[in-house]
């Protein structure tokens, strides 16, 4: 018991009781789920108690499970996950949350908690299309202006949808659908299973 | 009285000032900055989705391409999640070459900020001076794994192979006779650790040379002194780490709070700014040099006389070597499996980072139990960083916005992955 990790579990479970979906410890890493409705308010918790004081958000993450083997993910789609560090305990904590609808997958933002969210949550809306309520500015940050579609997606192939050249009779650059096929040399392989694509 | 009205500027996405490729949107009031909006991903290249379509092995090289400046701390933070995950041990000697060349790379990445920031102030000779340093540091990489800069020498289990016994020399060509190759190869005559144990021992001195031109310099003082100011406070809140967050004040450096190979052998200082402008910054990272040259001379000392594998046994993670690989069955099953399939990490999810030059570099690898990753996420510490440029330039003027994305040390690589 005087795991730090086991500790702090112990505490998040004495607080947030039935607001823990899940807590597991993997690799000396603790991962908690909670649900999408409640994020504001664990996260605020997390990073306002004393006990727990995770002062900075590091990272923020969409994931699409598309193709992750069922069941570990309770038939949704997305999630969004956020990675803490409290700096005076020395801990990190790894929070997600999954999104009830997979069609418009959407969730509250977390600005006002941190404004480094701000970039992170852009990044998410960007490459998976989550929505994140009331984010003040929730434009698309990586990919080019006027791109169409979510790259990173699971159902988005690898290789894009469109290219782009330089016409010289239009004198303009022009998209146009892409026309390379997709390579893959090395088969997805999960021991036992035989191979699947991609 | 004329209306006078704020307008919009435009910045980059060339600019010599932008540090890449980076696009500024300014809404100014005269010279006085009121909103910045930076335009970012015009270097995005998908790092992360293509990883999800390559063996952990085909990966590595990509992480070097990330932060371009410090190509090894990314290999770095990458092999240690995939180490993580598979709960493998690192031979001792290799952790000590990874800390050696980690600091190497640190040094190499600040003397490129160094030059590329004092060159925006208006400092030329800076710059000139740093790529002098680089120059042998680079050499340094190229003889331990062929390569310059995308080195792809850090893999999982341990690093490629050992440090060489002798040091490339230069040749004679038709500009160089063989007295001058004769003074270039002077401390080029013994194995890679004399070459860079001579460094060692002449860097301070060069640290000096910047400094004199920098520290006391009233040009430089009046350029970044009080020129964007973090307070602790709001750095802990825009993410920010590394040399960014010690600047405002804040001790934290992972490799002293979660240590990480052997640093927790490793005897160095961690220095702190006071007042989080631009100018503590700066000291910080002069600072930070003169700590990796301590680390790297302690590295050499331990590498001189324990020698040892330098990449794990478990073939199943790492190759075997040539000679086992042609004269045994199964080291060729092995080799033949590693470089066509790969190796597979347990299902489940890990987040490992390193003290990375810019600040706090991790990778979130998530795996379904296959050859490649399911989901990778790259936490680059330039993107939080330059998030927070609309704060810390609020209220200067145009001119000081150059000094403040110099003392991010912006680098595009990893920020549009």
Redesign the interface.
Known sequence: MSNPIQILSQDLKKYFGKKLIKSSVQFHELTITVAASSILDVLKNLRDRKEFDFKQLIDLCGVDYLEYPKGSTNNKRFAVVYHLLSLKKNQRIRVRAFLEDDNFPIIDTITNLWPASDWYEREAFDLFGIMFLDHPDLRRILTDYGFVGHPFRKDFPMIGKVEMRYDPTQKRVVYEPVSIEERNNVPRVINGEGSRNG | MAEIKNYTMNFGPQHPAAHGVLRLVLEMDGEVIQRVDPH??LL?R?T???A????YL?SVPYMDRLDYVSMMMNEHAFVMTIE??L?INVPIRAQYIRVMFDEITRVLNHLLWLGAHALDVGAMTVFLYAFREREDLFDCYEAVSGARMHAAYYRPGGVYRDLPETMPKFETTHKKNIKQVNKLNNNRQGSLLDFISDFTTRFPGYIDEYETLLTDNRIWKQRTVGIGVVSPERA????M?GPMLRGSG?E?DLRR??PYEVYEQMKFDIPIGKEGDCYDRYLVRIEEMRESNKIIKQCIDWLRINPGPVISINNKIAPPSREEMKGDMEAMIHHFKLF???F?LP?????A?VEHPKG?F?T?I?S?????P??L?I?APG??H???LN?MTQGHMLSDLVAIIGTQDIVFGEI??
């Open positions: 970012i991903g995005h998908a992360e989705k293509l999800e379509n390559r063996t085909q993580k995950m709960d802990i809140a825009l993410g780490t804040i934290w709070k979660q066509t399939e790969g597979h299902e489940g999810e890990a987040y980072a706090e991790g979130y998530i379904d139990g296959a050859n490649k399911y989901r996420k936490r993107f939080p330059l998030a927070a704060e549009d992955r």
